[in-house]
């Protein structure tokens, strides 16, 4: 089994900056995808980021060049930098973890960004 933990959100105002950390713990592989989703209030669940490895990510395209993703696989912890946050970022941000065709969610932290 894996457990997810997320941890940094908070209230931030327009232009600000946020740092996420997902720690994993269980049964970790090291052939896996970690990423990062979010959802806005009334609003469907929407990929933020991914990363595969140490190095290869995606980005949605409303992120790029504000949103950096990273992972410490030594730690099995994923990181979301957030700079330059925009209302429209708010939303409950929620670590995934996919590993041998299963996949895992932390219970989400909340972002807030006011204008």
């Known amino acids: 089994q894996v457990h997810l933990v997320e941890s940094g959100g908070g209230l931030v105002q327009a232009g600000g900056s946020l740092r996420l950390s997902c720690a994993a713990s269980?049964?970790?592989?090291?052939?896996?995808?970690m990423g990062w989703y979010r959802q806005a209030p009334g609003k469907q669940r929407e990929l933020v980021a991914l990363i595969v490895g140490g190095d290869r990510t995606t980005y949605v395209d409303s992120v790029k060049g504000r949103f950096t993703i990273s992972r410490d696989n030594t730690k099995n912890t994923v990181y979301l930098q957030m700079n330059s946050l925009k209302p429209e970022d708010t939303g409950v941000y929620y670590c995934n973890l996919r590993q041998l065709s299963q996949i895992y969610w932390g219970q989400g932290t909340q972002v807030t960004v006011s204008s």
């Open positions: 269980g049964s970790i592989f090291s052939i896996n995808v």
